[in-house]
Antibody
Framework: QLQLQESGPGLVKPSETLSLTCAVS??????????WGWIRQAPGKGLEWIGS???????YYNPSLKSRVTISVDTSKDQFSLNLNSVTAADTAVYYC????????????WGQGTLVTVSS | SSELTQDPAVSVALGQTVRITCQGD??????ASWYQKKPGQAPVLVIS???NRPSGIPDRFSGSTSGNTASLTITGAQAEDEADYYC????????????FGGGTKLTVL
């Protein structure tokens, strides 16, 4: 059973970079079944896909965030990371990592989520 | 198109059947998946693909698609089904862009 766990600072200052890591256990990040995705939910808002990465490093980003987002993968550690730069209060959200099934195109395993607040 | 549209809120009497819909051009080419989201919890995949329920999801949850509309049906809604429900699909551009609907708040009366 795959398990995902987000980690990173819960508070980020405006204009700085939000950095989160997702550790994968119970399976390998080099699986050919999945991309590895980041999704967020701002307070009172819906789910928003941020982007996904394949273990080879191929990335796909939400066009609305593409200019500020970098997702990377570390296969030696079975983890992948999210960097979102130039953050504002609008980036305050619960950030989730999740498996992004290549064939079924769904997100079936999710981390518990981590709240990131952007505030000075 | 890059939009999936859901009704903001739906209610159902306990034990009755409710349908939650999701409209979008991408659904003409791609199946929708459906997620149950409760406060303070991670989303849970309840329907995937044509009408597949992951292990552990009760069989009162089912999915269907017609044209540009996907539907999640709960037959015999239970109190624990009260939650927000989100649809999701790839967009129709072929660029591996995932899109979510705005969510439907389900109230079980």
């Amino acid at each position: 059973q795959l398990q995902l766990q987000e980690s990173g600072p819960g508070l980020v200052k405006p204009s700085e970079t939000l950095s989160l890591t997702c550790a994968v256990s119970g399976g390998s990040i080099t699986s050919t079944t999945y991309y590895w995705g980041w999704i967020r939910q701002a307070p009172g808002k819906g789910l928003e896909w941020i982007g996904s990465i394949y273990y080879s490093g191929t990335t796909y980003y939400n066009p609305s965030l593409k200019s500020r987002v970098t997702i990377s993968v570390d296969t030696s550690k079975d983890q992948f990371s999210l960097n979102l730069n130039s953050v504002t209060a609008a980036d305050t959200a619960v950030y989730y990592c999740a498996t992004d099934d290549i064939v079924r195109a769904d997100f079936d395993y999710w981390g518990q989520g981590t709240l990131v607040t952007v505030s000075s | 198109s890059s939009e999936l549209t859901q009704d903001p809120a739906v209610s159902v009497a306990l034990g009755q059947t409710v349908r939650i819909t999701c409209q979008g051009d991408s659904l003409r080419r791609n199946y929708a998946s459906w997620y149950q989201k409760k406060p303070g919890q991670a989303p849970v995949l309840v329907i995937s693909g044509k009408n597949n329920r992951p292990s552990g999801i009760p069989d009162r949850f089912s999915g269907s698609t017609s044209g540009n509309t996907a539907s999640l049906t709960i037959t015999g809604a239970q109190a624990e089904d009260e939650a927000d429900y989100y649809c999701n699909s790839r967009d129709s551009s072929g660029n591996h862009r995932a899109i979510f609907g705005g969510g439907t708040k389900l109230t079980v009366l």
